[in-house]
């Protein structure tokens, strides 16, 4: 027996061939085509409701900066980052003046500063569950109590997070932001811009120089957001103040650093190291990147994505490193140093009879002598040094017998050495 919604129904067929003669044979033709149609219409409309599966390149690893792969963009975010203790409402002429030369040379950038008061919100936003979720970093953020650290930490997640232009506060602009790249370079090809800082090698085996003697400046920089190197700088800080940490028995917030701690710690050495690294990444079988390849730089260079410049763009006028001066056509910024106080709370080495090394700045014969003097110093019986360091002393409480022979005067237009 026939079903009756069966195809052999006669009762079906009768009425499905009414139908069929009620529509003309021309429409009934286009119908199908009709709705195809629309069909596709539809989905092109809708297709960014349709759920697709999300690549693996767009996802941060917690803990891994190695997974990452980042399209770079074409070119660099139009933004001025400066950090300090206080907000631009309460700077001191000195340092509005400075600041301001950012703005004066970039009207079309955004300018932006933090401060002591809201950067652990800009970290919590950026690193947070609702940013890069990187909650280890957040926790390190919260928990260094070293200004000088913190300052390092916080201009490298800045460019990681958002990218730009990083300067600090006493760092002022003697040049638009487009020269820092040469005209005959394609900006789509590069991620990053940095310059020379320090170009000692000489003395890259000298037990207190030899760490600082090379060295790329931090102290402004270009660069776009999202690149590995710099979230790898971050943990390997994270890594070696952790170790620090343990070595001494106390938490993060309460290690104790010296000069030297800091810079290759967290400063341009370690920065200089991260550099180096992603430099030299996928290199396999060619010849490694080393400070070689940028010492005596007389013209700036790309190498795997990062433009360096020549020592005079970001560090001329420090009486060494062939620095030049800052009336130079390729000095883009002039550091001032009226910020750099910190060696106050994290001193240099400091012989107890010839002082610190670094007031030689770099000048060969002076280090020289210094390592000496510090060589015949170790030679002499215990009760000889004593009396010497003791004589030091009761000469270091005495005034000058002319101020203007001081060395600290004589030294006083001179930069630091690092």
């Given at each position: 027996?026939?079903?009756?919604?069966?195809?052999?129904?006669?009762?079906?067929?009768?009425?499905?061939?009414?139908?069929?003669?009620?529509?003309?044979?021309?429409?009934?033709?286009?119908?199908?085509?009709?709705?195809?149609?629309?069909?596709?219409?539809?989905?092109?409309?809708?297709?960014?409701?349709?759920?697709?599966?999300?690549?693996?390149?767009?996802?941060?690893?917690?803990?891994?900066?190695?997974?990452?792969?980042?399209?770079?963009?074409?070119s660099?975010?139009?933004?001025?980052?400066?950090?300090?203790?206080?907000?631009?409402?309460?700077?001191?002429?000195?340092?509005?003046?400075?600041?301001?030369?950012w703005?004066?040379?970039?009207?079309?950038?955004?300018?932006?500063?933090?401060t002591?008061?809201?950067?652990?919100?800009?970290?919590?936003?950026h690193?947070?569950?609702?940013?890069?979720?990187?909650?280890?970093?957040?926790d390190?953020?919260?928990?260094?109590?070293?200004?000088?650290?913190?300052?390092?930490?916080?201009?490298y997640?800045?460019?990681?997070?958002?990218?730009g232009?990083?300067?600090?506060?006493?760092?002022?602009a003697?040049?638009?932001?487009?020269?820092?790249?040469?005209?005959?370079?394609?900006?789509?090809?590069?991620d990053?811009?940095?310059?020379?800082?320090?170009?000692?090698?000489?003395?890259?085996?000298?037990?207190?120089?030899?760490?600082?003697?090379?060295?790329?400046?931090?102290?402004?920089?270009?660069?776009?957001?999202?690149?590995?190197?710099?979230?790898?700088?971050?943990?390997?800080?994270?890594?070696?103040?952790?170790?620090?940490?343990?070595?001494?028995?106390?938490?993060?917030?309460?290690?104790?650093?010296d000069?030297?701690?800091?810079?290759?710690?967290?400063?341009?050495?370690?920065?200089?190291?991260?550099?180096?690294?992603?430099?030299?990444?996928?290199?396999?079988?060619?010849?490694?990147?080393?400070?070689?390849?940028?010492h005596?730089?007389?013209?700036?260079?790309?190498?795997?994505?990062?433009?360096?410049?020549?020592?005079?763009a970001?560090?001329a006028?420090?009486?060494?490193?062939?620095?030049?001066?800052?009336?130079?056509?390729?000095?883009?910024?002039?550091?001032?140093?009226?910020?750099?106080?910190?060696?106050?709370?994290?001193?240099?080495?400091t012989?107890?009879?010839?002082?610190e090394?670094e007031?030689?700045?770099?000048?060969?014969?002076?280090?020289?002598?210094w390592?000496?003097?510090?060589?015949?110093?170790?030679?002499?019986?215990?009760?000889?040094?004593?009396?010497?360091?003791d004589?030091?002393?009761?000469?270091?409480?005495?005034?000058?017998?002319?101020?203007?022979?001081?060395?600290?005067l004589?030294?006083?237009?001179?930069?630091?050495?690092?």
């Open positions: 027996m026939n079903s009756p919604i069966s195809p052999l129904s006669p009762k079906l067929a009768a009425t499905t061939a009414r139908f069929r003669n009620r529509i003309p044979t021309q429409l009934r033709r286009t119908v199908s085509v009709y709705l195809a149609c629309v069909f596709v219409l539809l989905v092109i409309l809708n297709v960014d409701l349709i759920p697709s599966i999300p690549s693996p390149s767009g996802v941060i690893k917690r803990n891994s900066s190695k997974s990452q792969k980042r399209k770079s963009p074409g660099f975010p139009k933004k001025i980052w400066q950090t300090w203790k206080i907000d631009p409402f309460s700077f001191e002429e000195r340092d509005s003046s400075t600041a301001k030369t703005t004066l040379k970039n009207p079309s950038f955004r300018y932006e500063l933090l002591d008061s809201n950067d652990m919100s800009y970290i919590e936003q690193f947070g569950p609702d940013g890069f979720n990187r909650m280890d970093i957040v390190l953020y919260r928990s260094v109590n070293a200004t000088i650290i913190k300052a390092d930490l916080l201009r997640l800045i460019m990681y997070a958002e990218g232009v990083y300067a600090d506060i006493d760092v002022e003697l040049r638009p932001v487009q020269r820092f790249i040469p005209e005959r370079y394609d900006e789509s090809q590069i990053m811009v940095l310059g020379v800082e320090i170009d000692q090698p000489q003395f890259k085996n000298h037990r207190i120089l030899g760490k600082k003697s090379q060295s790329f400046c931090q102290w402004t920089f270009m660069a776009k957001p999202r690149l590995p190197v710099l979230l790898k700088l971050v943990e390997n800080i994270q890594g070696w103040l952790t170790g620090v940490a343990q070595k001494q028995n106390v938490p993060v917030g309460e290690v104790t650093l000069f030297d701690e800091v810079i290759s710690g967290t400063g341009p050495s370690a920065f200089t190291t991260a550099i180096l690294e992603e430099m030299n990444r996928g290199r396999s079988g060619a010849a490694p990147i080393t400070w070689d390849d940028f005596d730089l007389d013209e700036s260079k790309v190498v795997s994505g990062i433009l360096v410049l020549d020592v005079e970001f560090a006028g420090q009486g060494h490193s062939d620095s030049g001066n800052h009336n130079a056509r390729g000095a883009l910024v002039k550091h001032h140093y009226h910020a750099s106080n910190w060696p106050s709370r994290h001193p240099r080495f012989h107890p009879v010839h002082g090394v007031r030689c700045n770099w000048n060969p014969e002076c280090v020289k002598k390592d000496d003097d510090v060589g015949s110093f170790e030679l002499l019986p215990p009760e000889e040094q004593q009396r010497r360091i004589e030091k002393k009761s000469q270091s409480n005495q005034p000058p017998i002319n101020p203007n022979l001081d060395l600290g004589r030294e006083a237009n001179l930069a630091p050495a690092s």
